[in-house]
């Protein structure tokens, strides 16, 4: 059973339109194929695709036509406009796919009478299998089996209604047999007529026996009261019948209020109505009632006219448009046939002959440059849809359609122009107020956002007990509550009420998967993990096949302190989207933190996946940076770390993790420039002072500059111990010792259990007292610089832990789009990881030994 229908929809979803058109999608598969995106291919195979039905066509006419006019029949449907939208438009290619085997089905049947009137079988199996194929290409293909029975009855068994009627009369009078002809037909007739009803069924299955639900934003006489309802429908057929007629304006959506409703008899729309059914009328009384060659003629042209139509017409149930020119592509053949059947009456009369060839040739030019004009309008969708409002400005969504061009362009101000006017033409529009909403927010006009998405919210239905909610809105004008909510909540007192609006939603549509999704993060948010994760076990229940949800869902476990767990439904969104770039690079980062070694190989591949679906995100190299360093592969993290900085010159911990790289590995005067430029976009980055600090001191003996950086950290922050300690031991080297006596006595006080501390401030009273003792000694000034430079190194790695939260919907893809955003994108946080934490202990081990060695240094020994 399919699962989702030709516009990408689930089956099961209420707005699905339950189109199933499986090979017209594998065309679309096979074009992505060979050239992905590229439109050119779409629009050439469509070309193609309409060359081939003329061709077809040509086959048909010539079974009702002479030569002549079979070929008229077949220009005239090749240059008419009003094939544009489907030829033009690429999802026009159901109606190519399914006209092209709808008249290879109808062919095929026209074989299937023998010598003596024999019945063959051969064509009747292969139009069957047409009929399935054409009906897969899009709905209406089915329709082909009516024309082949009344194909069969008037044309190829010759009978005329009276006949019909007549020997039906002889029968239920029991004067007479069923003859043997009339037998076989039956017979043929009742194949056909199971088969088709074992496509319906299939069909039925396939859409779950649900007919799909419309708003009456598509179709507003669907939802009306009688007599409103029949009268307009009725009206409908004229227009189409009127735009095949003369196409001089077309437009590409007839829904909304392009055709105000014919709410009255005394409605003078119902002069043209009725004038259509007597026209009608009369050709059907022809066709049926008087044998020749005629009228068999008009009858086909008649059953090409009305029975392909007949799904779209409204007349049986109601379909999600008003009037829509690509269903026209297959009943403008029987209006072609009728046009050239006319004309061919027309030539044949000597004084009409020259002025119906000067006719058919205006005819055929004017439609040619009004198709190629038409094929302009679909340059792109503001040209098409602007287009559009020259023909019909009542209709509110073409208003928002020229706007969502314009918004497509970051063109706001316009954008916003034609919203606004669509909410003027349609006052009742939820989606025009949300898309001024929306635009506002884009503008950051936040109050005046918010006024629009309320005036969203007031027009939504209330809620009936026992009524199905869906079958009265839109499910997407639910999302006027999702917007709401998302504005409201940037402000941290509104929390509250945007958790309301997103219950609310829920309490509409329990299945409103978008609802438990925003829900979820506002509770993150809130600081609520337990209600968050609540919300997103929910919505995977309603749909386990999402990705961005089992993302979400690791992200309540990275809060619940649980990275066991969110490391698994970090894998099961992979499993289910392998380039989920937030996935990979969140658990990758969590494999990091671990301190788990035999996770690093599989971090790094992740990351270097994510790298190469983000590579212009320089946190992903600096990571692959970090994860080198952990290895000991020094060559391989400068070579990240360098990447990164050249994608973000100002990336903080990568300029800081590279100097402090080059320091560990002996190249000191290396990290120096890295320092510089450091310190020239963050200048108050108090461990890259102090790793300047000792570089300065230890390797370049530049100690009024170390003394700088010292001097500015503690202006910076007073109670910094090692920067404080570090100008001890610049008063230290200075031979300044009563400074630097005062200045190990402050920093005792400030760190008074730190015993590396009280011991340098021993050392150096020792030293006072022996120089006042007149001893005069020179002991290497040095020593406590070296250890200050081994000190200076402990908490001086950062490790950038970036936790990217996501929030996410199901477009528009992605498309919505569903909308993902990365947050605290180049956050670094202070806290460290078991990891770390060992490792400044191992550091601080190895410095308090290497005191010792000192002390021994300072004491003479």
Not at 2 to 31: C, I, Q
Not at 338 to 348: Q, R
Not at 453 to 468: D, E, H, R, T, V
Not at 569 to 589: D, T, V
């Amino acid at each position: 059973m399919a699962d989702n229908d030709f516009w990408g929809t689930p089956m099961s979803e209420e707005r699905s339109h339950k189109s199933y058109r499986p090979l017209t999608v594998l065309t679309f598969r096979l074009n992505y194929l060979f050239s992905e995106l590229n439109a050119v291919s779409y629009h050439f195979l469509n070309l193609v695709f309409h060359v081939v039905v003329c061709i077809v066509f040509l086959k048909v006419c010539k079974l009702f036509l002479d030569n002549r006019s079979s070929v008229v029949a077949s220009l005239l449907f090749a240059v008419h406009p009003i094939h544009t939208e489907a030829v033009t438009g690429v999802v026009g290619r159901a109606e190519l796919l399914s006209s092209i085997f709808f008249l290879a089905a109808f062919l095929s049947y026209t074989k299937s009478k023998g010598p003596d009137n024999t019945i063959v079988w051969t064509p009747i199996a292969v139009t069957v299998f047409l009929v399935a194929v054409a009906t897969l290409c899009k709905e209406q293909g089915i329709t082909v089996v009516g024309i082949c029975c009344v194909y069969e009855v008037f044309i190829a068994q010759g009978y005329t209604l009276p006949v019909l009627l007549d020997t039906a009369v002889q029968i239920l009078r029991g004067k007479g047999s069923i003859p043997f002809s009339m037998l076989q037909t039956l017979l043929k007739l009742i194949v056909l007529m199971f088969s088709t009803l074992l496509l319906v069924v299939v069909r039925v299955q396939v859409i779950q026996s649900q007919l799909p639900v419309f708003t009456r934003f598509d179709n507003p006489a669907a939802v009306s009261p009688s007599p409103a309802r029949q009268l307009t429908f009725n009206y409908l057929l004229p227009v189409n019948a009127w735009l095949l007629l003369n196409p001089s304006e077309l437009c590409c959506d007839w829904t909304m209020g392009t055709i105000p409703l014919v709410e009255s008899l005394l409605d003078v729309r119902n002069i043209a109505t009725l004038t259509f059914f007597c026209f009608l009328g009369s050709l059907i009384v022809f066709s049926l009632r008087y044998p020749g060659d005629s009228s068999k003629t008009v009858l086909m042209a008649l059953c090409l006219i009305v029975l392909p139509f007949i799904p779209a017409s409204n007349l049986f149930f109601p379909v999600g448009f008003v009037v829509a020119e690509r269903v026209l592509y297959v009943p403008s053949m029987g209006f072609c046939i009728l046009v050239a059947h006319g004309w061919k009456k027309l030539s044949n009369k000597s004084v009409l002959r020259k002025i119906s060839w000067v006719c058919l040739a205006v005819v055929l030019f004017t439609h040619a440059l009004k198709t190629l004009h038409r094929n302009w309008d679909w340059e792109s969708e503001y040209t098409l849809f602007m287009s559009a409002l020259k023909v019909n400005k009542n209709n509110a969504k073409l208003w928002n359609n020229v706007g969502h061009a314009l918004e497509n362009e970051k063109n706001f101000e316009r954008a916003l122009q034609f919203f606004i006017q669509a909410t003027q033409v349609q006052p009742d529009d939820i989606g025009a107020h949300m898309n001024v909403g929306r635009t506002y927010k884009n503008l950051n006009k936040t109050k005046k956002a918010e006024e629009s998405y309320i005036i969203a919210k007031s027009l939504m239905p209330q809620i009936i007990p026992g009524k199905k909610y869906a079958a009265r809105v839109a499910p997407n004008h639910l999302n006027v509550y999702i917007n709401l909510a998302n504005l409201i909540r940037a402000n941290e007192s509104r929390l509250e009420e945007a958790d309301q609006l997103y219950r609310q939603a829920i309490s509409m549509r329990p299945d409103f998967k978008q609802a438990y999704i925003s829900r979820g993060e506002l509770l993150l948010k809130m600081n609520k993990p337990l209600q968050a994760k609540e919300a997103y076990l929910r919505a995977l229940e309603l749909d386990r096949t999402n990705a961005d949800l089992w993302y979400n869902l690791a992200i309540v476990y990275i809060e619940l302190k649980d990275p066991t767990e969110a490391l698994k439904n970090f894998n099961r969104a992979l499993e289910l989207n392998p380039a989920h770039k937030l996935a990979l690079f969140n658990s990758a980062l969590l494999m990091q933190e671990s301190g788990d070694a035999r996770l690093r190989p599989e971090a790094k591949q992740r990351l270097l996946n994510y790298v190469k679906e983000e590579p212009q995100d320089a946190n992903g190299y600096f990571n692959l940076g970090m994860l080198a360093m952990d290895d000991k592969k020094d060559t391989e993290a400068e070579a990240w770390m360098k990447k990164a900085i050249r994608l973000q010159p100002n990336f903080r911990s990568a300029l800081f993790n590279l100097a402090l790289l080059y320091s560990q590995t002996a190249k000191e005067l290396m990290a120096l420039p890295i320092l510089e430029d450091l310190l020239r976009y963050y200048p108050d980055h108090t461990k890259g002072l102090i790793l300047k600090g000792d570089i300065l001191m230890n390797q370049k003996k530049d100690i009024s500059g170390a003394k700088m950086c010292f001097e500015k950290i503690l202006k910076l922050d007073p109670n910094n111990v090692q920067g404080k300690h570090n100008l001890c031991v610049v008063y230290f080297e200075e031979k300044d010792l009563k400074k630097a006596e005062e200045c190990l006595v402050e920093t005792l006080s400030l760190a008074p259990h730190e015993e590396y501390i009280q011991r340098h401030l021993n050392i150096v009273r020792s030293k006072i007292a022996s120089l006042s003792a007149a001893e005069q000694s020179s002991l290497p000034a040095d020593g406590i610089a070296a250890v200050e430079e081994k000190k200076s190194f402990e908490n001086l790695k950062e490790v950038k832990n970036e936790k990217k939260t996501a929030q996410t919907t199901v477009k528009g893809q992605l498309k919505n789009k569903k909308r993902t955003e990365k947050t605290n994108m180049g956050k670094e946080t202070s806290k460290k990881s078991t990891k770390e934490i060992k490792d400044i202990e191992k550091k601080r081990v190895a410095a308090l030994k290497r005191l010792e060695e000192i002390e021994r240094i300072l004491n003479g020994e």
